[in-house]
Structures are given as structure tokens and as C-alpha cells.
Nanobody, 119 residues
């Protein structure tokens, strides 16, 4: 229901831009977010954005990452600057939205996109 892309390999200090697009099966989206999940650790919330574009960031990425969205297109982006090796992870996009088929709220996840930052 969500398609994420934009990951890749970058050197320390470099930038990447992740994108996430919702399928037409999702009628309307409320909150959206990016998560990452280090191996053997708890899933970490990276950034959130409300429908009104109110944002919140993990302390570890504040000042370096910027989350944004386009409500008309049901898309979301994460601009990642000044990347560090510790940012290496699989990043997942998340959305809370209404199913077009059932007209009920649901939680939707993207498939994950790998970000690797070399030192």
C-alpha cells in the first residue's frame, strides 16, 4: 500500500532523499512517519508529520533530516543531510489512512529502503 524508494550508499557527510508514495487504495492519510530498525534493537521513530505538516524528529536526526509531504499526491519525503555511519539502516515509511475499499482507518507500511553510510 506504500512504496518507498531513494535509499542507497553514500559517504559520511553526504545526502539522500527518501520518498514514499501511497497507492490509490488509500483514500485519505492522517499522520505519516519514517522509522528505522537497527538489527537486534527496537524500531526507532525518525520523524513524523501530521496532515497539517506539523513535524517532529528524533533527537539523533534533528537539524539534519527534513520530513515533508504532499497531501494532494499522498506522498512523503525525507531529506537526509550530513549523514553519519550510525544512520545506516533500513528505513520504513508509515501512514495512518482510510481504506478506499472499507472506509475504515488502518496502519500502512512501506517495504523498507536500505540506507548505507560509509565512513
Amino acid at each position: 500500500q506504500l512504496q518507498a524508494c531513494g535509499g542507497g550508499l553514500v559517504q559520511t557527510g553526504g545526502s539522500l532523499r527518501l520518498a514514499c508514495a501511497a497507492s490509490g487504495n488509500i483514500l485519505s492519510i492522517n499522520d505519516m512517519a519514517w522509522y528505522r530498525h537497527p538489527p537486534g534493537e527496537q524500531r526507532e521513530l525518525v520523524a513524523t508529520i501530521t496532515r497539517g505538516s506539523r513535524t517532529n524528529y528524533a533527537d539523533s536526526v534533528k537539524g539534519r533530516f527534513t520530513i515533508s509531504r504532499d497531501n494532494a499526491k499522498n506522498t512523503m519525503s525525507l531529506q537526509m543531510n550530513s549523514l553519519k555511519p550510525e544512520d545506516t539502516d533500513v528505513y520504513y515509511c508509515y501512514a495512518r489512512g482510510i481504506s478506499r475499499a472499507t472506509m475504515t482507518w488502518g496502519d500502512y507500511w512501506g517495504q523498507g529502503t536500505q540506507v548505507t553510510v560509509s565512513s
